[in-house]
């Protein structure tokens, strides 16, 4: 893990000296330096759980080393960058304003979620949304938790306990429509038979929460879960996601159908591929009864590891790197349809740059795509002339001085760049404690 420079002294983050120099430069807003090159890009203090931790200040991810656990892709690796100042507002602090494109609240009747994408041609030139939707909002948190990075210490450390801990963290200091994210966001403790009650009393109080009373403006609650299952009930459709054996949530039969049709090939292809997850980011209000009913639903599907993939060439590349014992980094889309070119993964533990993988093409029939509409109710259609330009433009700006590594389809997969070891810059001029920074907590 890279040092942590902090008013020319090095700190442990990990250590009581450590966390004590954060509270001070936290209160007195003193921002810390990363060490991972000679730039010594900023970070930012947030608190957590009773502890002070690091995050990369807003846009410089690309500024970090390939191998600090900050670093992240330029605008044009991945749909984040013209959601920036947008839908993702940074302050000083480093808190997040999100602006979404589904209700924190609903008043009076319940909307109908949105019809899902015509398949019909655009007549005009639209731009992509400029909110986020439930699939973005996903990959939002999931990019922010790191959780779409992988080097092989990760292996057999990847429990839900550790994916939960981190999609919490993900979400502080994360607001929208005026309301903390983090107060809206259910996700499920680990299944534990032997405190099966504790936890369930603990699930209640949450979801207990979001019930409103009688002319009260309802509020919405986002669940983020590993889906499990969903079956007929007699009235609509119960939906059971992994951990939650006793809390199902309700859909009406319009939306479990439009759930089916949008991601049919995701939940066959779970049922033959052992490992896959199928993750799930969903808004749900509180009936009058007390159970959650699920209004609008996005899915995404993951590797064994916990990485997100879109064909099965993705995935087959994402295991073979995994298996060959390198560093990755998944791209995600965000808003972007599946049209636009985006690198499948990024290597970055082949030299100083980060190596841009890409599968030509991306992907060849209907079937290998996940549907345009990543959640069904999501509005995220992109037109013709849009697609076309994203494509060219995604090109120019994925940064051209970066190497790339084409695995034509229907070609053996050519062999990968080798792995090449980077050092970390230190500097006589500045004191360094015996121990090292271990724990760069990261975004």
């Known amino acids: 893990m890279p040092d942590i420079l902090l008013e020319n002294t090095f700190i442990d983050p990990d250590t009581a000296e450590g966390q004590a120099a954060l509270a001070k430069a936290y209160q007195t807003k003193t921002r810390p330096r990363c060490m991972c090159n000679e730039t010594r890009p900023e970070l930012y203090i947030t608190p957590f759980n009773g502890r002070f931790i690091l995050r990369r200040m807003p846009g410089t991810g690309p500024d970090h080393a390939v191998s600090c656990p900050t670093f992240d892709p330029p605008e044009g690796i991945s ?17 997040v304003d ?54 092989p210490g990760m292996e057999g450390k990847r429990s839900w306990s550790l994916i939960r801990h981190l999609l919490l ?13 983090a107060d809206r966001l259910f996700i499920p403790e680990p299944f534990h038979r032997e405190k099966l009650r504790e936890i369930s009393t603990r699930h209640d109080a949450f979801l207990t929460r979001l019930r409103s009373g009688e002319g009260t403006p309802q509020p919405v609650g986002i669940v983020i879960a590993e889906y499990k299952s969903h079956e007929k009930g007699r009235v609509g459709f119960r939906f059971t996601f992994k951990h939650l054996p006793d809390h199902p949530f309700y859909a009406d039969a319009d939306l479990a159908a439009r759930f089916e049709r949008a991601f049919e090939p995701w939940l066959h292809l779970a049922d033959v591929v052992p490992g896959i997850h199928l993750m799930v980011l969903a808004t749900f209000t509180m009936a ?50 599946i049209s636009a070119i985006l690198p499948s993964l990024l290597l970055i533990d082949a030299g100083p740059d980060p190596v841009r993988l890409y599968l030509d093409p991306p992907a060849t029939t209907e079937e290998d795509l996940i549907p345009d509409h990543h959640n069904e109710g999501d509005a995220e259609a992109e037109d013709e002339t849009h697609a076309k330009a994203t ?31 980077t050092t970390q810059p230190h500097s006589a001029s500045v004191q360094h404690p015996k121990a090292s920074a271990r724990n760069h907590a990261r975004t």
């Open 391 to 421: 494509k060219s433009s995604t090109v120019a700006e994925a940064g051209d001085r970066w190497p790339q590594w084409i695995w034509t389809e229907g070609t053996d997969r050519p062999p990968l760049p080798p792995i090449q070891k």
């Open 79 to 95: 749909g984040l960058g013209p959601l920036i100042g947008s839908a993702i507002s940074y302050n000083e602090a480093g808190e």
């Open 288 to 337: 009058r009864a007390g159970y959650p009913s699920l209004v609008e639903i996005a899915l995404m599907p993951t590797s064994d590891t916990w990485i997100p993939f879109e064909t099965l060439r993705d995935l087959t590349l994402l295991a073979d790197l995994t298996a060959a014992r390198r560093k990755f980094l998944k791209p995600l889309r965000f808003n972007l349809g």
């Open 98 to 151: 999100l602006k979404l494109d589904f209700p924190l609240t609903i008043r009076g009747k319940r909307a109908a979620p949105p019809a899902p994408p015509s398949s019909d041609k655009q007549k005009e030139a639209t731009t992509p949304p400029r909110k986020l939707t439930l699939t973005s909002l996903l990959h939002f948190l999931w990019n922010e938790a790191e959780l779409n990075r992988w080097s």
């Open 169 to 181: 963290n993900a979400a502080i200091g994360k607001s929208a429509k005026s309301l903390s994210l």
